[in-house]
């Protein structure tokens, strides 16, 4: 047996797992999960399938490790399990769209995606343009979003959910390039303008490192309708995440105890605003 055969069977094994484990996707998402896994053998894989999830569709790349990882978290972990019923959400980070599906699923009436990468950003837009439900609302940006909103240089990594605006060690970058930004507070005073819910503003930040410069440079008024914030934290960028915590606490979101999970060097972190 080639060793190229034996790395697919892996995955194929793999993802066939997942389609048993992944409940909340539904069951024709499921199979199309385990459909999934058999694109994992083929000689030539297709690297795009299609997720049926709620009302829509997502989409990933079904043969690579990457992409699954990032499945696997939120929909078989439910790492990001929240009450988003009628919620407006933020997904900075949002890569090609999974969990931005996810929170539409469970109800959430306004998504706003942000991803500043193409590839990702090209499947991201295809998972936004096939949520059609009633009342529901999904808005896609090309870009990334930074404290101070300026064009940025982005690391393109070798796999699809590393990407990002700052050097990480241990992460093989293919190239560089230019990518538009938009600020923090302005993403929020968007989100503020298309919403009328009152019980505030969901953000989730996964942001590969950026999530730092975010946090703790952007104005204190940028915060002030954030209900809850689900932050991924990496370590290994040297930023202080206890600061980060201070800060947040300060403008009146407060870890929430029993919420954290962590993972080697990162860490996956839940804020919530007693009242706002």
């Known amino acids: ?75 078989v972990r439910l790492h990001y399990q929240c009450d988003f019923a009628g919620r407006c959400v933020i997904d900075v980070g ?10 539409l699923s469970r109800g959430a009436s306004l998504c706003l995606a942000y991803e500043p990468e193409p590839n990702n950003f090209a499947l991201l837009a295809k998972t936004r343009s096939s949520f059609h439900g009633a009342g529901t609302q999904f808005r896609a940006y090309p870009l990334a979003v930074t404290a101070d909103g300026e064009a940025a240089e982005l690391k393109v990594a070798e796999y699809s959910s590393s990407h990002s605006l700052v050097i990480r060690p ?69 930023g202080d995440r206890e600061e980060v915590v201070s800060r947040l606490s300060s403008l009146g979101l407060h870890l929430t105890p029993g919420a954290t999970i962590a993972d080697g060097t990162h860490s996956l972190m839940l804020f919530r605003r007693s009242s706002i």
Not at 31 to 47: E, N, Q, Y
Not at 48 to 67: A, F, K, N, Q, W
Request: net charge negative; proline share 2%; with cysteine.
């Open 170 to 238: 241990n992460r093989r970058v293919v190239s560089c390039i230019t990518v538009q930004a938009t600020s923090f507070s302005d993403v929020l005073a968007q989100a503020r303008t298309e919403t009328h819910a009152m019980s505030g503003i969901l953000v989730k930040i996964d942001a590969e490192g950026s999530e730092f410069d975010i946090l703790l440079h952007s104005p204190s008024h940028a915060f002030a309708f954030v209900s809850e914030a689900i932050v991924e934290f990496h370590g290994d960028v040297g």
């Open 1 to 75: 047996m080639s060793m190229e055969f034996s790395k697919k069977g892996a995955l194929a094994f793999r993802v066939a797992g997942l389609s048993v484990r992944s409940s909340a996707i539904g069951p024709m998402g499921r199979l199309d999960v385990l459909s999934a896994a058999v694109d994992c053998l083929r000689s030539t894989c297709r690297h795009e399938r299609s997720i049926r999830v709620g009302d829509g569709t997502m989409y990933l790349d079904p043969c690579h490790d990457s992409d699954w990882n990032v499945f696997e978290d939120i929909f």
């Open 94 to 103: 949002a890569h090609k769209g999974l969990f931005s599906a996810f929170a």
